[in-house]
């Protein structure tokens, strides 16, 4: 119940197209859902997060979709860049009793974009 | 400014050598973590304190002991260092309010030989 389930393990893209990766989970006592960005040999930075009371949220070229009867979410990346070329993770986090749960992550999916 | 900065950045030593590696944060955050990378990109939580008080402790050797002097720096130390800790570790932090955003540092690779 603590897993979140990411794919594709691998994407390739052609520069200007659109990169989708989708994670799946099953606690639904999951309150938070961030997407981190990790360039090699830097650590996770955050992308983009979202609530489960919004079904999108879009910063940029980045929109994450949500559905919460399903217990899916979605990164979607428009005109997608060889600068984006990056490992991706999606996570989750609950809380309980006003105390931070831990943030579980999605096993990452490496994406290149060619140019 | 550096968020989260981790000491050093690679370590390289022996199996059966001790070794800490050292973090801290300058965003005023309650809460800090450690977590593993292994070869295959995964990120699993190893501990996790807030306000100097080890909330979150996964399945981890005893060989790992984390420790807290203030909540600004988590250090981590690694006792008989086997081939297997080898990866990357990192240090993040959050507020203790939500959404609990975790910032993380730039990570320290450890080799071991």
């Not at chain 1, 919460?68 to 990164?75: C, M, N, R």
């Not at chain 1, 006003?98 to 290149?112: A, M, P, Q």
């Not at chain 2, 944060?25 to 939580?45: A, E, R």
């Not at chain 2, 730039?106 to 071991?112: D, E, H, I, Q």
């Amino acid at each position: 119940q603590q897993q979140v389930k990411q794919s594709p393990q691998s994407l390739i893209v052609q520069k200007g197209g659109i990169s989708i990766i989708n994670c799946a989970y099953e606690n639904t006592a999951f309150d938070y859902f961030p997407w981190y960005q990790q360039f090699p040999g830097k650590g996770p930075a955050l992308l983009i997060a979202i609530r489960p009371d919004v079904s999108e949220k879009k910063e940029g070229r980045f929109t994450i979709s949500f559905n919460k009867s399903a217990k899916q979410f979605s990164l979607h990346i428009m005109d997608s860049q060889p600068g984006d070329s990056a490992t991706y993770f999606c996570a989750a986090k609950g809380s309980r009793r006003g105390r931070s749960e831990k943030l579980v992550f999605g096993k990452g999916t490496k994406l290149t974009v060619n140019p | 400014d550096t968020a989260v900065s981790q000491t050093p950045k690679y370590l390289v030593t022996q199996m059966g050598n001790d070794k800490s590696i050292k973090c801290e944060q300058n965003l005023g955050h309650d809460t800090m973590y450690w977590y593993k990378q292994d070869s295959k990109k995964f990120l699993k939580i190893m501990f996790s304190y807030n306000n100097k008080e080890l909330i979150i402790n996964e399945t981890v050797p005893n060989r790992f002991s984390p420790k807290s002097p203030d909540k600004a720096h988590l250090n981590l130390h690694i006792n008989s260092l086997e081939l297997g800790d080898s990866a990357v570790y990192f240090c993040a932090s959050s507020p203790s309010s939500y959404p609990y955003e975790q910032y993380f540092g730039p990570g320290t690779r450890l080799t071991v030989t």
